[in-house]
């Protein structure tokens, strides 16, 4: 069997006759740049996001950037977030011209440790450091962050707080309203546990909140795409501003902004492809669900499952275990055809990137070790039964002689 890590052609195939139509339709209309097209996805999307505006950009890391710009921050600025995620994060941050500022993560969510973010926050009040203007969360994998912390912590310190959604579509953030146990052996919220409780959806809690629509996201576009959704109308509207010129009006420009917009053609695409999210997903949670069922017998020295926290429900972008001997499962794994991905093998703050920023090893010991030990198994939603189990009668094999 061959199991590639996702599969784009599957899910095409199933869609044709829906994609092909919209794309036509596009086509037909002679009109590829905004249009009533990107309108109706941006309603589309903010509409499901549970925020009141939605603006189409050219990519995620645009999203970021625009984000940023929008709420004013560039240089003499700094900008706080995680140093385990994909470069884009950052590079948003400096294409601002502000400094990113790196804080480590929890070492079971691999997200924003909010605890550690408070410890920096006051370090810098000590030192009469102000320049941070604001926090970048990273919703990984596919799991929101704890951000009734986070933005506790933001509205303290006077931060804004930018969400990197790219990989959390339709990532639901949990608050308990009434104080109840329920059931997370792991496996995280049961539906009849959500009584009581109030949901946002990820993008939605922060002033910003950053979509990436590659095609290999949750719901990913046949080209480059990204979005912003807001609930601010002030932010919604400088960034349509700063993403097409710093425009009102053809040739009327009330500053300068750049060419970052999300064209017709995938806007089209991404509204058949938004139909069908909520069903995507269920169909990455019920893998996720297969996956813990065949293997949380297995010792966590050996194999550490993904941790879904209480307080949200995982959209499982990526399905991330922890194993010591990574490269020895790697190469098992590949063969016997499966493939799989590290997300991501050098935490930014080691990164040549960001040599300037004078980081060391061993200032982020959770974020270096999570470098050293994650690794992703395939879980797009068309993975069939059999390529599930699969990859775990591999995977056990291989972890029984490692
Ligand atoms: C994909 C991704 C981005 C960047 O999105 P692009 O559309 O590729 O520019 C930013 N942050 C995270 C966490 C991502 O996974």
């Given at each position: 069997m061959l199991i590639p890590l996702v599969d784009l052609k599957v899910q095409y195939d199933l869609l044709k006759a829906e994609i092909d139509a919209a794309i036509q339709g596009v086509i037909d209309s002679g009109s590829f740049i905004g249009g009533r097209q990107v309108e109706g996805f941006e309603n589309a999307f903010a509409g499901y996001c549970g925020a009141g505006h939605c603006v189409g950009v050219g990519n995620g890391t645009d999203a970021l950037y625009l984000a940023l710009r929008s709420l004013g921050i560039g240089h003499g600025d700094t900008v706080i977030t995680v140093p385990n995620t994909f470069i884009a994060t950052a590079e948003a941050i400096s294409m601002t011209g502000a400094v990113p500022e790196f804080v480590d993560v929890d070492e079971r969510t691999f997200t924003l440790d909010p605890e550690k973010l408070e410890e920096l926050l006051e370090r810098k009040r000590k030192r009469g450091d102000q320049r941070a203007k604001a926090v970048i969360p990273v919703h990984l994998y596919g799991q929101v962050c704890h951000m009734d912390a986070i933005l506790g912590l933001a509205r303290r310190y006077g931060l804004s707080v930018v969400e990197d959604a790219a990989q959390a579509h339709g990532s639901v953030y949990v608050r308990s309203l009434v104080q109840k146990p329920c059931g997370a052996i792991d496996g995280g919220l049961t539906d009849d546990c959500m009584e009581g409780r109030s949901t946002s959806m990820a993008g939605s809690l922060g002033d910003v909140g950053c979509f990436s629509f590659y095609p290999g996201k949750n719901l990913g576009a046949y080209g480059d795409g990204g979005a912003i959704v807001t609930s601010r109308p002030e932010i919604a509207t400088k960034v349509r501003m700063l993403a097409n010129h710093?425009?009102?009006?053809?040739?009327?420009?009330?500053f300068e902004g750049i060419n970052s917009r999300l064209d017709s053609l995938q806007a089209a695409i991404l509204k058949v492809k938004l139909g069908h999210l909520g069903e995507w997903t269920e169909m990455r949670r019920w893998n996720a669900s297969r996956y813990r069922e065949c293997l949380?017998?297995?010792d966590p020295e050996r194999l550490l499952l993904p941790l879904e926290a209480p307080y949200g429900r995982h959209v499982y972008h990526l399905f991330v275990i922890q194993v010591p001997h990574r490269h020895e499962v790697m190469e098992g794994l590949k063969e016997s055809g499966v493939a799989t991905g590290v997300h991501y093998p050098v935490p930014l703050h080691l990164s040549p990137a960001y040599r300037r920023l004078g980081y060391r090893e061993g200032d982020f010991p959770v974020a270096e070790k999570v470098a050293k030990e994650v690794l992703s198994l395939p879980i797009y939603p068309e993975l069939s039964s059999d390529g599930l189990s699969y990859v775990c009668t591999h995977l056990r094999k291989i972890l029984d002689r490692t």
């Open positions: 710093g425009r009102i009006a053809k040739y009327e420009h009330e949380s017998d297995l």
